[in-house]
């Protein structure tokens, strides 16, 4: 074994990171499960990516406290026990150590910061012999931009970094980097990421692939596992409305509301896609601080049948978005490790099974997605 | 137009078939739209099964009131608007005098039934100049039984009818005279019906398609678009707890423990199916005559994912069994039809989109099944 | 019998007063129960209010759909049965001959306006000999507005109607014109009404009782009811959520931002004053045109008991605003009318049971209200 | 400080009496707050029971695993941190070294075990220099007995027991040498305890007070909060449906349909009560093990209005049964010692907020149970 892949993330101290890292490591040690790892099912196993023991974690965060200390907090929130992060206190710290100061938006010219993520990323590489480092973002989800000219096309975009200016969404100036770098890179938030054009465009180039957006974790998740069942049966929804409650500081950031429109445009894709008809309904997230990590998630769908008999369905989802998302992000680096192993560049449409936004085609239903996922797994395992 | 294809219910004057009735003559007065109807969704219309306009209802019923009063009561409990039942009294009257005596069970020997049961079956032939008749079981549903000699062979089941006695659970002696008269057969409840061995041998020997069985309308079908997602996901399901609220006459026959069985069966079989591995929790049905034709049902999931984190979803679905039946038998007798037509035999596999319990394989993932039965419309369809 | 209680409805043929007149002409000519009638409890009747069949109504609006027409699309929506209109429909058409068109805010100044709504009252009463007329309005909510000097003291606004001057909002120009009428007034609906300081005054001048305001039928009713369960018991709540999705005519009258604001204002007052600390957490109302009549609300309480272990209660509550608020405004004119023959004045904080913002005092805990309101009762009826 | 009040536990190393035991270490350690706590809620402070930290715990039982065990395996079910059972655990163990081994049904004659019972009450009160031991029954629930002459007259019974007999079931085994001790009793299950008519004669010959039965937690908790709700409304409930979900001990006794029958009697009581009619409605309990310490309870509300509009509610309560019954132990334990101070003899009445088959009268009404409990502690805390 011996990990040469590395896992670098943005936001390393953030919930679903310091989840992720903690999984990972408990697998690793043999205290934990793998529970939640599509990747580890024989039908994407077949693509042979590379093992959750084979992934080394650091990465870029602007938060002081370590690892272990978010590692605790997260225990007393009861997303994990509190005697597992005790058993991983020195990895932890390890992996701590593997932690850079990340970059922040309007210190210094973007070029500059730019270089400092690149050193950091290929520092990472040399200090551990890494064959390859698949770079996610699961930081802050920022708001929606506007595209400008030096977002829509790469050469633009080379032109306005040299002549010092700071044209990029942070989580764009961070796809770039990687990218530069030789990083596949994961959108895990809505955040604009690798998906402006000229990104987009910048992968092409570099031959890398790239996976996103938007983790499907919880309530969108089922909205695309249920809205097929309406659409075979014919069965016509009035309207299907979303309430989402959350605490954490997802919800602290998705409290403004000028952010939560690039949460609240990703969940609603789905739906419309999959009907194939506008529907009406409020989808809202409000932030309640007092439930911590957890989420609830409550959905009413009004639809009627034959000669207009009106029905419903509710359905409540309490689930703890750091351990749902922490899996698949390690499935996520996985999976585009092996993506560029396999030659593969662009975005990973058959990767949309993950997100709420997916990139690269496919559609939103969650059963195609997984034969979309599983064809592609048997492809890439077959290449050999 | 001009129908050319009979749909003969067996229960006919039953809450279902009532509907379904009211529901087919709606659609063809143009009083209704096609909701609810999976055959007229382009990628199942592509078989060219005949159309609602085509079909001519008749069937079998042992109780009293006629189609406009049972129509009444439906529109009473609120199924459909009193107005529509006004508006169609004469057509339903009409389809009332369609509708013969049935037989039951312990009058006399069962061949002198079977005889009564095809006389009336080729009368409706040809009264009405069908080019085909397809018989749907909507009857109340009879508990389980035990494999006889006679009915794991149907020339053992032939000799015993000869000799003057009555191996047969009233459903399957529907099907024996069905298939004796050449018509298919489809179980939409959870009786025995054609799934005898001796009467899946005869429908064999007949060269006749029949589909069953019970129909899946309600938490089962959400069962099997839900229990996916936990699978692909790798998230581990602890516990499925099910509980169903229904009234009507549904209800009543399934308040007796040993009817019962035959619906906790086939509702359970899915569930370890889609899953790979058994799943506690308790299965109700409760019958609770103030809900009339509507069933509520509540189901709770207890999951866990990475770390063992756990985790929960509850769903209520409120739901008119009646209005979700109807335009499903209708689907059937018309896909049925273009079975026969097409010169498939045996059961129809492709069908299992429709069944809590499907006969000719294929598994319960809604979405698995739907794909199913796309390409064998598809396949179907370019059989001219 | 003979009906010697006027009740004058301000929206008299909105969809709570086309109910509540549709229920006291179907309970008077013996064609419904008194489902949800307080006021016919042994521990209320005690108090020897007038009887359904005592009231006649009328009304004001300025819509010009008839009570038939009204009561006709209520029906479609599933408040009530079509058959019920039908056998009703010359009751509500002579109903619909006691409606005057109403006034409306900006259109000449408001001492004429009080003049001609005074004139309809005093010709209601006069036509059909009545002993009393109670006015209850049940019109469109308004939004919050600010106090000026002319709604702070009666004397004020008396000078401000005097010149000419237009300082009412609507539903306190009804209640004004009531008060001088001698008529008590009921708030059913959070708009200012009766509750600005000179109309309280002026009330308290006119020896006149009048109640309000914001009828709790639905949501808030239950919180009424829970919430104590929760204090009692000493356990911690740590937030309540509500999500309400209504369509109709109040649903479309709160999805405008500024008038919801009356709404959610009320909705949120008892709460705090129940549990006796601030709670977090969303409030929400929001429009979903397909549920017409109907709302559905969806709370979700989270809560620690000792040692800090954290639960939560959920509850969905899917109601029909018209139904359960018809028998309250019947209940409230029967009591007011009832109020006043008992010579009392001001405002009746022993019907605080009935309202979200109770006026005169008395708190928000149900089981407190019911037995304010039944001592009330006991003590009226006594007063003979 | 200095405890002056023994609280004596049958059942003293299950979940409850852990929890309890737990929590009162915790609150006089200052290491928890006093939620829950009613006996810490001013109107029935005013009452002058001893303080938590007043309390010496000991108690019987007959399982092996020591309290700091049994509360680890809590916290490893979430019920409380494991830091906090880590922090107590000296405290536990001198706590488990008060325990006594339990008796048990059919081991020698109940003579012989009354006689060790008590003398355990009196090694306990003698050892700590108790003014007072209450005994309170948290031991598993026994099923529903049938009334003898020994256990009708407790001349009879001493008769019986004097005689080598066994007549007792062992709840009432205990509560007879409980009372013989001069204890007063508490039956926080259904078993029959001190219900049966002989030892209900023996605490009133003894003068001595007791309270029971059946905690009331969890569904039963809201019904009694509820249903006043639809009572006073005069809202009509057509059906009330219950379905629980429990793991645990609690769960694995309450599997056992004979066992169970004892709590979904008592469970059942209170709907019936409350609005005056008997209502519709399945009641299940069922053993789910992996909810563990949680319940899942949902219960589904069909009433209707006026007109007869049908309507429902639904609500989800998921409450850790542990957590919430440990404080009303203490509370008990506390109100019964303090009702022995007082003279009180026979049943507490006022007690039966706490209960779900109040003994003593009163209703079940939770406004007015609360009602009654705080003028029983404002009459007791004037009496000094």
Redesign the interface.
Same mark, same amino acid.
């Given at each position: 074994m011996g990990a040469r892949t590395g896992l670098w993330f943005i936001g390393a101290r953030g919930s679903v990171a310091t989840?992720a890292t903690?999984?990972a490591l408990?697998v690793t040690a043999g205290l #934990?499960?793998? %529970?939640?790892? %599509?990747a580890?099912?024989p039908e994407v196993a077949v693509a042979r990516p590379p093992g959750i023991e084979d992934l080394l974690i650091g990465g870029h965060d602007v938060v002081a406290d370590s690892l272990p200390k978010r590692a605790e907090a997260l225990a007393g929130g009861? +997303?994990?026990?509190?005697?597992?992060v005790r058993a991983l206190h020195d990895a932890l710290s390890q992996a701590d150590g593997r932690i850079r100061h990340g970059v922040t938006v309007g210190e210094g010219n973007q070029r500059d910061a730019i270089e400092q993520v690149s050193r950091d990323l290929a520092g990472f590489r040399a200090a551990h012999a890494l064959d390859q480092v698949v770079v996610v973002d699961v930081s802050t989800t920022e708001p929606p931009i506007e595209l400008t000219p030096a977002l829509s096309d790469v050469d633009e975009l080379d032109r306005a970094l040299a002549a010092g200016e700071s044209p990029l969404p942070l989580s764009s100036l961070y796809a770039y980097a990687a990218l530069r770098s030789g990083c596949p890179f994961v959108a895990f938030t809505p955040s604009p990421g690798p998906r402006l054009p000229a990104l987009a465009q910048l992968a092409e180039r570099m031959g890398l692939p790239w996976a996103g957006s938007d983790g499907k974790t919880g309530e969108t998740?089922?909205k695309s /596992?249920?809205a097929?069942?309406f659409a075979? &049966?014919?069965? &016509?929804v &009035?309207?299907w409305?979303s309430?989402n409650?959350l605490g954490g500081g997802d919800g602290r950031a998705l409290a403004d509301p000028v952010t939560a429109a690039s949460k609240t445009q990703s969940k609603g894709l789905g739906l419309e896609s999959i009907l194939g008809h506008p529907v009406?309904?409020?989808l809202?997230i409000?932030y +309640? !601080?007092?439930?911590g990590e957890w989420k609830?998630a409550?959905d009413?769908v009004?639809f009627?049948?034959?000669?207009?008999? &009106?029905?419903?369905?509710?359905?409540?989802?309490?689930?703890?978005d750091s /351990?749902?998302a #922490? !899996?698949l992000v390690l499935d996520l680096a996985r999976l585009a490790a092996r993506a560029q192993q396999a030659g593969e560049a662009g975005p990973l449409g058959a990767l949309g099974?993950f997100f709420k936004d997916p990139a690269g085609g496919g559609g939103h239903?969650?059963?195609?997605q997984?034969r979309a996922l599983t064809d592609w797994c048997a492809r890439i395992g077959g290449d050999r």
């Open positions: 989840t903690v999984g408990a #934990a499960q793998r %529970v939640g790892c %599509v580890d099912h009861g +997303v994990f026990g509190i005697d597992l998740l089922i /596992a249920l097929p069942m075979t &049966r014919a069965l &016509r &009035r309207s409305s309430h409650l009406d309904g409020p809202h409000d +309640v !601080p007092d439930l609830t409550w009413m009004s009627e049948g034959l000669l207009g008999t &009106r029905m419903s369905m509710q359905f409540t989802w309490q689930g703890c /351990a749902l #922490a !899996p099974f239903d969650l059963g195609g997984w």
